[in-house]
């Protein structure tokens, strides 16, 4: 289905549903980016949402790989079989359940990505730090104040390093009848950071 290597896939590709949440294909890009993923690693993406960020991870793991998706929300966990199923990937184990559960009964993980939280981002990151590996990578995507605050103390008292602050501000073309406007999106601030 996907015939390329770079991330970017076109939200367009993806399986939709009205109340669950897409990380938008350039705030995407940058995430898998900062992730800095190579073949046969195991990825957490914590509240998958419709699995756009499993699907990109998957990707870049390739079969040797493995991303445990997590979701609460039974309408996500379906968004992303489907997805899953459209893009012919194996390397996905999609997970039902609240994530402050789920997390602890998961294998150690060389990559995580935070999303959807419903308000627990603070908790779910500090339980993320037991289960990464040395070394490994945190990227937390992130569109409230309050929320990256709360992350940057927490990623601060567990002292990880390299922690980047990235706010991502993007406007995608739209037609009109008489040209072409631009449409601003949310912006999108991406924080990653490494466990020492």
Same mark, same amino acid.
């Given at each position: 289905?996907?015939?390329?290597?770079t991330? !970017?896939?076109?939200?367009?590709?993806?399986?939709?549903?009205?109340?669950?949440? @897409? $990380?938008?294909?350039? #705030?995407?890009?940058?995430?898998?980016?900062?992730?800095?993923?190579?073949?046969?690693?195991? =990825?957490?993406?914590?509240? *998958?949402?419709?699995?756009?960020?499993?699907?990109?991870?998957a990707?870049?793991?390739?079969?040797?790989?493995?991303?445990?998706? =997590?979701? &609460?929300?039974? &309408?996500?966990?379906?968004l992303?079989?489907? &997805? $899953?199923?459209?893009?012919?990937?194996?390397?996905?184990?999609?997970?039902?359940?609240?994530?402050?559960?789920?997390?602890?009964?998961?294998?150690?993980?060389?990559?995580?990505?935070? !999303?959807?939280?419903g308000?627990?981002?603070?908790?779910?990151v500090?339980? *993320?730090?037991?289960?990464?590996?040395?070394?490994?990578r @945190?990227? =937390?995507?992130?569109?409230?104040?309050e929320t990256?605050y %709360?992350?940057?103390?927490v990623?601060?008292?567990l002292?990880?390093?390299?922690?980047?602050?990235?706010? =991502?501000?993007? %406007?995608? %073309?739209?037609? $009109?009848s008489? !040209?072409?406007?631009?449409?601003?999106? &949310?912006? #999108?601030?991406?924080?990653?950071?490494?466990?020492?």
């Amino acid at each position: 289905m996907w015939k390329f290597k770079t991330p !970017g896939i076109p939200d367009g590709e993806f399986e939709r549903a009205e109340k669950v949440p @897409i $990380t938008k294909e350039e #705030v995407r890009v940058v995430q898998i980016s900062k992730a800095r993923l190579k073949p046969g690693q195991i =990825v957490y993406d914590i509240g *998958c949402g419709s699995g756009s960020i499993s699907i990109e991870a998957a990707f870049q793991i390739e079969s040797s790989g493995k991303v445990l998706a =997590v979701d &609460n929300d039974e &309408n996500a966990i379906e968004l992303t079989k489907k &997805n $899953t199923e459209k893009f012919g990937l194996t390397n996905i184990s999609i997970i039902h359940g609240n994530a402050k559960e789920k997390i602890k009964e998961l294998e150690e993980a060389d990559t995580i990505f935070i !999303g959807g939280t419903g308000g627990d981002t603070k908790e779910i990151v500090e339980l *993320c730090e037991n289960k990464l590996k040395s070394g490994g990578r @945190i990227v =937390v995507g992130i569109i409230l104040i309050e929320t990256l605050y %709360s992350v940057l103390q927490v990623l601060e008292k567990l002292q990880f390093e390299s922690i980047d602050i990235t706010q =991502v501000t993007i %406007s995608k %073309s739209r037609k $009109t009848s008489t !040209g072409t406007m631009m449409l601003a999106r &949310n912006p #999108v601030t991406i924080i990653s950071a490494t466990k020492i």
